[in-house]
């Protein structure tokens, strides 16, 4: 049986000096460590099923010998109940790195998500909103909150003030919080069901937007008017009116306009050819450019220094207000947006184009997904048709006086 050590005292140990390790006795195992340096330190000695174990105590003097001793009866009592004193502090250390790594605040989520997503969104406007609408609602209330303990009531302190004056801008803030909740979900910051969501819960709760507000659309020239419109507008000088005229012979939205570049544009062929990253459906769209849009292009300056189409006045993309100001300008109760609509009524109104044609020179996305797996092709001779047309139609029809090209034979 090996042999006990003497228990010092308190004097007896202040004066261990000499580098190396010394029983002090009291209890099984437990040593001061002295190192050449001369810094001294408690240690623990024993056995842990087939496992010899060192534990450090605490540094001496500021862990008393009385102290280090009441340390080291408790670890003895562990090793009795088969507890390794060593293991389960690492297991509660990694515990409590567990638990802090889940104490993240909802804008702290809200953050990495759009760091996370934003790559994959159209355009910088996106993310504007989404920051803008959080900053505005839901940060005041709940954006140091932890994201585990955000709740119904908190969803709902945000957006019952908003849901029936601000309806459209409520709904998309209850879907972009329902969206952070679900990813520090998934994260693991928080459990349980989302408290933003929507079907089956929410809407027990608060209107249906649908039965709020209805769906404004875009103010839009009847195509009855295109004739008169085109003419005046074709008076106004400015890049900006050029841009608006380019995007009523195309049917294209403004951004995509506004920042086209030369490279995009084959005159020989006379194809504008939009990229992917551009459009809304994210892929690439061929435009058939009439005769009096290619006439348009080849008329317009080349600012030195960039490639854009349409550039601002100092440089750089053309903003969305140079275009409405142009029709701002001219009184006309319409925006850039709407001559989408005059193009689409035109074409399902006054002539026989297929209903797909139409659609495809929108760029508009197949809701239909059986459709959408099944078509190939985008129609483009039948749109270069449709497009020249549709240029036609806007030089020639006068107001009151309605030119009807449904006598065209076109193939379905």
Known sequence: MPRKAKELGALAVSRLTEPGAHAVGGVDGLTLQVTEAGARSWLL????????????????????VAGARDAARQAREQIRAGIDPIAEKKAARSALSAAQG?????????????????????????REQWGHSLASFAYPKIGNMLVRDVELPHVMAILEPIWQTKTET????????????????????????????????????????????????????????????????????????????????????????????WSEIDMEAAVWTVPAERMKAGKEHRVPLSADAVKLLRALPRMAGTALVFPASRGGPMSDMTMVAVLRRMGVNAVVHGFRSSFRDWASEQTNYPHNAAEMALAHSIGNKVEAAYRRGDLFEKRKLMMQDWAAFCAKTESGNVVSIKSKKVRA
Not at 45 to 64: F, H, N, Q, W
Not at 201 to 228: C, N, Q, R
């Open 170 to 261: 409520a709904t998309r803030l209850r879907g972009r919080i329902e969206q952070v909740l679900d990813y520090a979900a998934v994260c693991g910051h928080r459990d349980g069901l989302n408290p933003a969501r929507w079907r089956g819960h929410l809407d027990k709760t608060l209107t249906a937007p649908a039965k709020i507000a209805k769906v404004k659309h875009y103010a839009a020239l009847p195509f009855s008017e295109m004739g008169d419109f085109m003419k005046r507008l074709r008076k106004q000088e400015g890049t900006g009116a050029r841009a608006v005229e380019f995007a009523i012979l195309t049917a294209a939205r403004s951004g995509e306009v506004r920042l086209s570049v």
């Open 102 to 126: 889940k104490e993240k605040t909802f804008k702290a989520c809200a953050e990495d998500y759009i760091a996370a997503h934003e790559a994959g969104w159209r355009n910088a406007k996106h």
């Open 45 to 64: 000695r024993y056995s842990a099923g087939v496992k010899r174990r060192e534990m450090g105590l605490g540094s001496y003097p500021t862990l008393t």
